[in-house]
Structure formats: C-alpha cells, structure tokens
C-alpha cells in the first residue's frame, strides 16, 4: 500500500513539474532569427546612401540663377504729362500771385565787394612823360629791359637801379597798350619813377638782347653817327643776366683806359649800392 501511494504521489509530482515548464515555455517571447545579409547587399546599401548624400550636397551648393525681369520704362506720354507738372509747379512757385514767395524776405550772400584798383594811372603817365622828357642830356646809367624778362628779375632790377637814380628804359608798351604798361610798372611793388618807354634808346645804344647796362656821356645823344647810333668813346655797355653791382664793376674795368670818366661814374654808382669800393687804377 505504502510502496502504490509513493509511486502515484512521484507520477503526479512529474505531472505537475512538467505542466509547469509548458506553461514557462508558453509565456516565454518568441525570438526570431534575423535572416543573414550578404556583402552585395551591404555594398548596394551604402551606394544609395552616398548617392542621397551627394544629391543633397549638390542642391545645396548649387548657383543661384536670378530671376530675370523684363524693365518696363514709362511711355512718352507719361513723360511728357509728368513734365507738364513739374512745368506748372514751376510757374506757381515763381509767380507774383504766389503769397508764400511774394511775401518773403530776399536774403543775398554777405560777400564783400573787391576794391578798386589804387593806382592812378593818370599820375603815373604824367610822372613818366615828364621823366622822358627830361633825360637827354647828362650822365647817364640806363638799364634795358623788358616785360618778357621773368617778374623777380624785372622786379629787383628796377628796385636796384631806382635807389642808384639810373633809369630802366623799355623798348615798347605791353601788348601796344598804355595803359596795361603802366598798370605792369607799378604792379612790381617798388619804386618805378625810373622807368621809361624809348624804342629810339635801342636803336642808339645797338641793343639787341635785355637785360643790357649801359654807361653814357652827355654827348652821348648829341653826336651820332650815319646810322643814328651814339659813337664807341660816348658810351660803354654790358649785357646778360647779371646784376647792376657786378654790371658797374665790368663797365668800370673795361673803360679805365679809353674813357676814364665813364670808369669814374661806374664807380660812383658803386658807392651809392653799398661799402666803398676801391677807386679803379686808371
């Protein structure tokens, strides 16, 4: 009895164990083998993936073509109708009948006027008239010059010559004009009393290039030859660039011997520029 009891007792126990590994087995999830890829499948893979890509980068980096538009430009009637407006603002604005511009104060700019020209031309051309006059007879210190000659040259060469009391004589009128010589003469600023206008003084002295020196006895213009021109022993001359002092100096070497007198007056003129200078050996 004992021996049926504990055999049924292990048949049940069994029973039951094996009752309960299928109930585990049921609840248990069902895991599903992937199926396997091949290496032609990966490589088709990841082709469509870098062609995806590089799409995409070209849409990205792809130029921006404008958009072109077709201009449209007003026609001759609307330009001419807009003309006519502007026309008649204008008339409007500028009209009497127009309150707000009649009525208006008028400003003008605060400019101030240009004075008058100082120079008196009539005073200089007596003053010169009377000089021409005057001046043909004595010694003489007479300097050639010209309007053509460069402004500071003509400028110190007549100051030079004014303070000794020579004389600057010019050969003509600027542009054949009296009066734009005069306005010339006086516009260099310094003392112009000396300046006269004589194309015969040229002639006489044979001057041919300026600026020229020339030195002249009081027979100078009283004995003359066939041609009209004062004789070699009345007169002694220098010409170029130079300036009077260096001119006198020249003058005064080069007539010690033959025309003593004249080398005397250079050296004078000399004095009256500055220092003493040393009497020339005669």
């Known amino acids: 009895m004992n021996m049926f009891t504990d055999g049924y007792m292990r048949s049940l126990l069994a029973a039951a164990v094996c009752l309960m590994l299928s109930l585990a087995r049921a609840q248990l999830p069902q895991v599903q083998v992937a ?18 890509v590089q799409a995409q980068r070209r849409s990205v980096f792809a130029p921006i073509t404008p958009k072109t538009t077709t201009p449209t430009y007003p026609t001759s009637s609307q330009i001419q109708t807009e003309t006519d407006a502007i026309e008649i603002q204008r008339k409007g604005l500028f009209s009497d009948d127009n309150a707000a511009t ?6 003008f700019p605060n400019v101030t006027a240009a004075q008058p020209n100082q120079i008196d031309i009539e005073a200089l051309a007596r003053r010169y008239q009377n000089k021409a006059q005057s001046s043909g007879s004595g010694d003489d210190l007479m300097v050639f010059a010209s309007f053509s000659m460069p402004t500071p040259s003509l400028r110190t060469l007549v100051a030079s010559v004014s303070s000794v009391g020579g004389r600057v004589v010019l050969r003509g009128f600027k542009n054949d004009s009296y009066r734009q010589t005069l306005q010339a003469i006086a516009s260099l600023g310094v003392p112009t009393a000396s300046v006269s206008v004589n194309p015969k003084a040229f002639d006489q002295y044979q001057i041919m290039a300026v600026p020229a020196f020339v ?10 030859d066939t041609d009209g021109c004062s004789l070699p022993e009345n007169f002694v001359a220098i010409s170029g660039d130079v300036s009077l002092a260096y001119a006198l100096r020249e003058m005064a070497s080069r007539s010690a011997v033959i025309t003593p007198d004249l080398s005397a007056l250079a050296t004078r003129y000399l004095r009256q520029m500055g220092p003493v200078v040393p009497e020339v050996s005669q």
């Open 35 to 52: 199926p396997k890829v091949t290496q032609s499948e990966v490589s088709g893979a990841l082709e469509q993936v870098e062609e995806a």
């Open 102 to 107: 009649h009525h208006a104060p008028r400003i």
């Open 215 to 224: 030195l002249a006895k009081r027979s100078a213009t009283e004995t003359l």
